[in-house]
């Protein structure tokens, strides 16, 4: 099965990615085409302009794929692309170009959805083995989940608000770091004290493993409001972003608290720990969500940054992982803004609602 290999495709927010990776899980080729230029005036992601910018981009990239592999269409076992959850328009485009393929070339189509590609992503970076604690972390998620096999997950909490990724990007508007706020609030915080503003724990110390990250973005507006005339600007952002970064850690270490002693109760023992998702590249986070594994027994896996970001290999390794276990969708598969990874229809072979 070594020489079997998957196309996949990523169109469902500002990235628009092809990568080619093999069940041996070696990348054989990819390619990414960040979008950040074209939304960076409105200060967030424009679904419209997204959508037309894949199209775009999107063939282009897969030609340039096949050629870096080197690899003729035959070579190809199957097509796999994001049908959602995302920006509608975007998905439509990565899913009707990777069903297009599969028609042409004769190859079986997988859908993907992309939180299932995030949650299997430490397999294909790290091949950490079932069942593992997931924290998924991104600019539309943040969610717990146990994580049995494909297709086989437990949502254990998820956030009541905004994701932790939408706080970063928020933030970072407030702020005046334009977006994506995430590696901007990373970079800041590094030159800034992380105990000079004090911002509130949502939900820490409560029971459950759910999120809430509105009022902490409420807490920043409000320190920033309350700064004195005169203040050295770069300095209180440095010390907000630290601040806000470290209340983020503490959120999540607590959550993880949380959810590793479930985890530990329904499966015996927590020993790993997965964290995946845009918002996993933060290395403070990461450390601290090392340290915090490590306290309670566990590992932490972290895929490299960029498989954590959005990424077309992540897709082509979810689609390997269920073909080979025997799921191929029809052409007809929906495209859905919406789709929760503990539905029903995630189980392998289940056909799309
Ligand atoms: O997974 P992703 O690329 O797209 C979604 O599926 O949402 O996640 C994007 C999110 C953005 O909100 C971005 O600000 C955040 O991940 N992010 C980060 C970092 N890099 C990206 N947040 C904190 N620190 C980072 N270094
Ligand atoms: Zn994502």
Redesign the pocket.
């Known amino acids: 099965m070594a020489n079997e290999c998957v196309l996949g495709i990523e169109t469902?927010?500002?990235?628009t990615a092809v990568a080619l990776v093999a069940g041996d899980r070696t990348i054989l080729a990819q390619k990414i085409h960040s979008q950040l230029a074209d939304h960076a005036a409105y200060g967030g992601v424009v679904p419209e302009i997204a959508a037309r910018a894949h199209l775009q981009k999107l063939r282009p990239l897969v030609e340039q794929t096949l050629a870096e592999a080197a690899l003729p269409p035959a070579a190809i076992t199957a097509v796999a692309a994001t049908t959602g959850p995302?920006l509608i328009g975007g998905v439509m485009v990565g899913a009707t170009m990777a069903k297009a393929l599969a028609l042409a070339w004769g190859k079986p189509f997988v859908a993907v959805n992309?939180?299932e590609a995030?949650a299997l992503s430490a397999r294909l970076s790290d091949n950490v083995a079932f069942p593992y604690l997931l924290l998924l972390?991104?600019?539309?998620?943040c969610q717990l989940l146990a994580v049995a096999g494909v297709g086989a997950y437990t949502v254990y909490g998820t956030t009541i608000d905004d994701?932790?990724?939408?706080a970063?990007?928020k933030t970072?508007r407030l702020l005046g770091l334009g977006?994506?706020?995430?590696?901007?609030?990373?970079?800041l915080a590094r030159k800034g004290d992380p105990a000079c503003f004090s911002l509130p724990r949502p939900l820490a110390g409560r029971p459950g493993c759910d999120f809430s990250f509105a009022g902490l973005k409420t807490a920043v507006r409000q320190a920033i409001q309350a700064l004195p005339p005169g203040e050295a600007e770069d300095q209180a952002a440095a010390d907000l972003s630290a601040s806000f970064?470290a209340a983020c850690a503490d959120v999540l270490a607590d959550r993880c608290r949380h959810a590793m002693a479930r985890f530990a109760a329904e499966h015996g023992a927590c020993e790993r720990l997965v964290v995946?998702?845009?918002?996993?590249?933060?290395?403070?986070?990461r450390s601290r969500l090392a340290a915090e594994a490590a306290a309670h027994g566990a590992h932490l896996t972290a895929p490299p940054?960029a498989l954590?970001?959005?990424?077309a290999a992540m897709v082509a390794w979810a689609g390997w992982e269920r073909f080979r276990l025997g799921q191929r969708d029809s052409l007809a598969a929906p495209p859905r803004p919406r789709w929760p990874l503990d539905g029903a229809d995630m189980a392998v072979g289940a056909q799309p609602i």
């Open positions: 469902s927010c500002d990235e995302g992309h939180l995030h972390v991104s600019g539309g998620h994701a932790l990724g939408e970063f990007d970072a977006y994506p706020g995430g590696p901007a609030v990373e970079r970064q995946a998702g845009g918002v996993a590249a933060n290395q403070a986070l940054p954590c970001t959005d990424n």
